[in-house]
């Protein structure tokens, strides 16, 4: 069992439902998760690993969970690590998005030295921006409200990248017993 921290920023509130997907997995998996905003995290101290969600913005991240992984760099290098990025439906599945994952991905490493271990990246809820007014107004209510609980996320996906988060803890708490059990000597 580890204790799992998993960070996020959101402001349309899509990040915050996909971690709490994400933790809710997490917990199935017999791991114990704790889910909060990048704004309130705790000292990464007492978790065994940690799981940051970053919405993109304006094609690039929100500049929250930048200034996270920015203070945090050392305990998150020193951890297994898995980040999630969520953009716009309609961006997901073209160059945008996965530019903006790339570019920030380069410039955390250069930056911080952080890598995570498991990536991906989901499709969030569409802005009313690119939704545009007419269809804001036909939608207004119920259709609306449904949209931004659904999202366009590919769950199965979510799934996926637990899965892979949960191997890579696996096998992470494998070599430290080992080590733990032999350790080097001088
Ligand atoms: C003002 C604004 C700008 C956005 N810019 C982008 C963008 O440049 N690229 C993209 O893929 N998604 C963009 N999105 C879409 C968000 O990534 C998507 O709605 C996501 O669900 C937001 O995360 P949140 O629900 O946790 O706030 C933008 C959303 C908003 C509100």
Request: glycine share 6%.
């Amino acid at each position: 069992m580890a204790e799992v921290l998993i960070v996020y920023a959101t402001e349309l509130g899509h990040t915050r439902r996909i971690a709490e997907r994400v933790a809710s997995e997490m917990r199935s998996a017999g791991h114990q998760p704790s889910v909060v905003s990048s704004d309130a995290a705790p000292e990464l101290d007492r978790f065994d690993a940690v799981i940051v969600g970053a919405p993109v913005r304006t094609s690039v991240f929100v500049p929250a969970i930048e200034d996270y992984a920015r203070d945090h760099a050392g305990d998150l290098a020193g951890r297994p690590s898995a980040l999630f990025s969520v953009c716009a439906p309609d961006d997901h599945d073209d160059r945008g998005c996965r530019d903006a994952l790339d570019a920030y991905l380069r410039t955390l490493l250069q930056e911080t030295g952080w890598h995570p271990d498991v990536i991906a990246s989901f499709a969030g809820v569409r802005p009313y921006t690119h939704i545009g007014l007419a269809h804001r107004v036909l939608t207004a209510g119920a259709s609306q409200a449904a949209d931004h609980e659904v999202g366009a996320t590919d769950w199965d996906a979510v799934s996926g990248f637990v899965e892979a988060f949960v191997h890579h803890l696996q096998r992470a708490q494998r070599a430290q017993a080992v080590s733990s059990a032999h350790p080097a000597s001088t």
